[in-house]
């Protein structure tokens, strides 16, 4: 590369970073010259493949390697695990007629538990409730020991 074509990519750079705020100019000007003597290196019938500029995320679980192993890492799908999510369940109460009578968050996964055989945690059901209240599928009221109850509306 000759001094012309040296000056020539200054003055590129130079542009380049006077797009940007002042406190970041300097970075962007060594940036934007970076970028451009590495198009340089390449005629331009030799300009590298360019990756897309959209990742796509891989589905399922990496498995690295054990330490000594190549670091090549793949993917392998998710299991599915069969059991339905808590709007689902939740849902199929609220259509089998369960909250006629009020329920506490309590009776609801002890139901889950001994009829259906699905355990779900407080934390896992709460929020689906709550969808349910505001979607005015349910309705809930405090009971003498402070816990919700609810019920069909």
């Known amino acids: 590369m000759d001094e012309k074509q040296l000056k020539a990519l200054f003055e590129r750079a ?6 940007v705020p002042q406190s970041m100019q300097e970075a962007a000007f060594n940036r934007a010259l970076n970028l ?3 198009e340089q290196e390449f ?3 030799e300009q590298p493949d360019k990756k ?3 990742h796509a995320k891989p589905q399922g679980r990496k498995h690295r390697p054990k330490t000594g ?3 090549k890492v793949r993917f392998t799908p998710k299991a599915q695990s069969g059991r339905p999510g808590p709007k689902a369940v939740l849902q199929e109460l609220v259509n089998g007629g369960f ?3 009020p ?4 009776d609801i996964q002890s139901h889950l ?6 355990h779900y945690k407080t934390t896992e059901l709460s929020p689906t409730l709550l969808r349910l209240i505001r979607d005015e599928v349910l309705d809930r009221d405090e009971n003498k020991n402070g816990q919700y109850e609810y019920k069909s509306r």
Request: proline letters at 6%.
């Open 14 to 19: 130079s542009k380049i970073a006077e797009s």
């Open 36 to 38: 451009l003597l590495k």
């Open 103 to 106: 329920k506490t968050i309590g």
């Open 43 to 45: 005629e331009p019938d």
């Open 69 to 71: 192993q190549a670091e």
């Open 52 to 54: 897309p500029t959209g």
């Open 113 to 118: 538990a001994k009829k259906k055989g699905q």
């Open 99 to 101: 909250f006629k009578s």
